[in-house]
């Protein structure tokens, strides 16, 4: 089984529309992170969060807010969806108490493809 | 600011040639340094890192240096794979907070 998981894979939505994208864990790690991606401009941080009651803004956090309703659970809303939100979008964790090997490492859920109309 | 820039895609070579993919960066303090890999259809993949000067990162016939004097972090591997063909992704990251930079991509194709 995945240990990063996220839904859905892909939606299709319209402007204006309200938009959930979920993202579980099950590797026990305490910071969550969620990225978009464009062709050209790689991965972009929109907010992260690095225990349940610490969330912060990213690079491009205008537009998305998040919630961190559990350890394992971290979601990524669009109040008012518009075109330019259209990306592919990905969750990750870390784990703060790692080892120095694993220190740093991001572990990253499969995605998903949202497009606004 | 903390920023990355790979060489441009999309890189097309064919099976069993020499790759080279350029990452160089732009960091306050001292960073680490990651190759990410993205698969078609799937997420990010750690393929290989380096957090001290001089240190080599390598794996699955990847390997990449951290060059402080150049901020570089090149990726290579001699003799790649149709399987190889995929996205690659050079990032740091600076301090405790663990948030990674991403340069913007590289797309290889290898052909057979």
């Known amino acids: 089984d995945a240990d990063v998981t996220q839904t859905p894979r892909n939606r299709i939505t319209k402007t204006g529309k309200r938009i959930m994208l979920e993202c579980s864990q099950t590797?026990?790690?305490?910071?969550m992170y969620w990225y978009r991606q464009d062709p050209g401009l790689g991965l972009r941080l929109i907010y992260y969060?690095?225990?349940?009651?610490?969330?912060n803004k990213g690079e491009i956090s205008d537009g998305y807010s998040v919630s961190r309703q559990a350890q394992a659970k971290f979601s990524l809303s669009l109040e008012s969806a518009i075109p330019n939100q259209t990306a592919l979008y990905f969750c990750?964790?870390?784990?703060?108490?790692?080892?120095?090997?694993?220190?740093?490492?991001?572990?990253f859920g499969p995605g998903t493809r949202l497009t606004v109309l | 600011g903390n920023s990355v820039t790979q060489m441009e895609g999309p890189v097309t070579l064919s099976e069993e040639a020499f790759l080279t993919i350029n990452c160089t960066y732009t960091a306050t303090g001292y960073p680490s340094l990651f190759w990410y890999v993205q698969y078609p259809g799937e997420g990010l993949q750690l393929l290989l890192k380096a957090t001290k000067a001089d240190d080599k990162g390598s794996n699955k016939g990847f390997e990449a240096t951290y060059r402080k004097e150049t901020t570089s972090f090149h990726l290579e591997k001699g003799s790649v794979q149709v399987s190889d063909s995929a996205v690659y992704f050079c990032?740091?990251?600076?301090?405790?907070?663990?948030?990674?930079?991403f340069g913007q991509g590289t797309r290889l194709t290898i052909n057979p």
């Open positions: 990750a964790t870390s784990d703060s108490a790692g080892t120095s090997v694993s220190y740093n490492e991001q572990f």
């Open positions: 969060s690095f225990d349940v009651k610490d969330i």
């Open positions: 590797k026990g790690h305490d910071r």
């Open positions: 990032a740091l990251s600076v301090g405790g907070a663990q948030k990674l930079v």
